[in-house]
């Protein structure tokens, strides 16, 4: 099984805008709508961010967007803060009851 | 209030054995599928399986990286996740943790902690 692919980094200043995609194949993100994002600070548990490609849980801040095109979903957060600092994945259902899950991507606020 | 609490690691030598329990509290566990995951040390998050909910069959699907070494099952009245951790390699030095779901994670433990090394 082929992980999804993200970029290893991404990097903004704070306010700024950032998008980190996550990109999979017709069997995964291009089939379901069940992408889900994971914000992870290291020692503590993951966040979901994201769920079902473009849903937010209500205690996820309106600052954090999720879309998705094809067999490319985004994960889009404005106004960038210090906190927001972490790791991110992504992660879709897949084809054979399966879950495919992203290699990750650190965000760095300037 | 959902909690998951992991438990069972440890120090273990190369070739050994290990269980990691994964004890809920806050919902019916029965109703829900479990997850396990784990982050080495410098590395990202990594699947390691699920299993489902018993009225989804209860099964089990692992990462091809363990498959064959790691089986995942479950005790509905005890609302216990076990991962069944066998023939260690020291790469499986890691942080575990299980979530609620099979595709979808909200609830996550603090994790465990498996060193294998002789």
């Known amino acids: 099984q082929s992980a999804l692919t993200q970029p290893a980094s991404v990097s903004g200043s704070p306010g700024q805008s950032i998008t980190i995609s996550c990109t999979g194949t017709?069997?995964?993100?291009?089939?379901?709508?069940?992408v889900s994002w994971y914000q992870h600070h290291p020692g503590k548990a993951p966040t979901l961010m994201i769920y079902e490609d473009t849903q937010r849980p209500s205690r996820v801040s309106n600052r954090f967007s999720g879309s998705k095109s094809g067999n490319t979903a985004s994960l889009t957060i404005s106004g960038l803060q210090a906190e927001d600092e972490a790791d991110y994945y992504c992660s879709s259902y897949a084809l054979s009851y399966t879950l495919m899950f992203g290699g990750g991507t650190k965000l760095t606020v300037l | 209030e959902v909690q998951l609490v992991e438990s069972g690691g440890g120090l273990v030598q190369p070739g050994r054995s290990l269980r990691l329990s994964c004890t809920v509290s806050?919902?019916?566990?029965?109703?829900?599928?479990m997850s396990w995951f784990r982050q080495a040390p410098g590395k990202g998050l990594e699947w390691v399986g699920f299993i489902k909910s018993k009225l989804y069959g209860g099964t089990t699907e692992c990462a091809a990286s363990v498959r064959g070494r790691f089986s995942i099952s479950r005790d509905d009245f005890k609302s216990i996740a076990f991962l069944q951790l066998n023939s260690l390699k020291t790469e499986d030095t890691a942080v575990y943790y299980c979530?609620?779901?099979?595709?979808?994670?909200?609830?996550w433990g603090q994790g465990t902690l498996v060193t294998v090394s002789s």
């Open positions: 806050g919902f019916t566990f029965g109703d829900y599928g």
């Open positions: 979530t609620r779901g099979t595709y979808q994670f909200e609830y």
């Open positions: 017709s069997s995964d993100v291009g089939s379901y709508n069940l």
